[in-house]
């Protein structure tokens, strides 16, 4: 499975953004989804999931009810919608898969990630 990130940009503070996962093969609605980003000088943190089959998503605290996942498996793609962006949420933003059903949040469990993509909101 190879995965590519794409969307980011510069963005105000308040603004909105959109991302796209897209991944080869034809066995990616075999795979639980995943969004990580990391800021500069931070480890990778974890920002939320989905499921498979769509059905399930859950979101870092940080991002809840600010964020929004949803995937296409007709289309391989996995998409991260963001609204009322925050400095803090400036970082590169790292799609990953995990075959089956996804236990834990931890970046270690997931087996594919794809190369990031820069976001940066200014104040």
């Known amino acids: 499975v190879q995965l590519q990130a794409s969307g980011g940009g510069l963005v105000q503070v308040g603004g909105s953004l959109n991302l796209s996962c897209a991944s080869s093969?034809?066995?990616?609605?075999?795979?639980?989804m995943a969004w990580f980003r990391r800021a500069p000088g931070m480890q990778r943190e974890f920002v939320g999931l989905i499921s498979w089959s769509g059905t399930v998503t859950y979101y870092a605290d940080s991002v809840k009810g600010r964020f929004t996942i949803s995937r296409d498996n007709a289309k391989n793609t996995m998409y991260l919608q963001m609204h009322s962006l925050r400095p803090e949420d400036t970082g590169v933003y790292s799609c990953?898969?995990?075959?089956?059903?996804?236990?834990?949040?931890?970046?270690?469990?997931?087996?594919?990630w794809g190369q990031g993509t820069q976001v940066t909101v200014s104040s």
């Open positions: 990953a898969a995990k075959k089956g059903v996804i236990s834990s949040t931890e970046d270690s469990r997931f087996d594919y």
């Open positions: 093969g034809s066995t990616f609605s075999s795979y639980g």
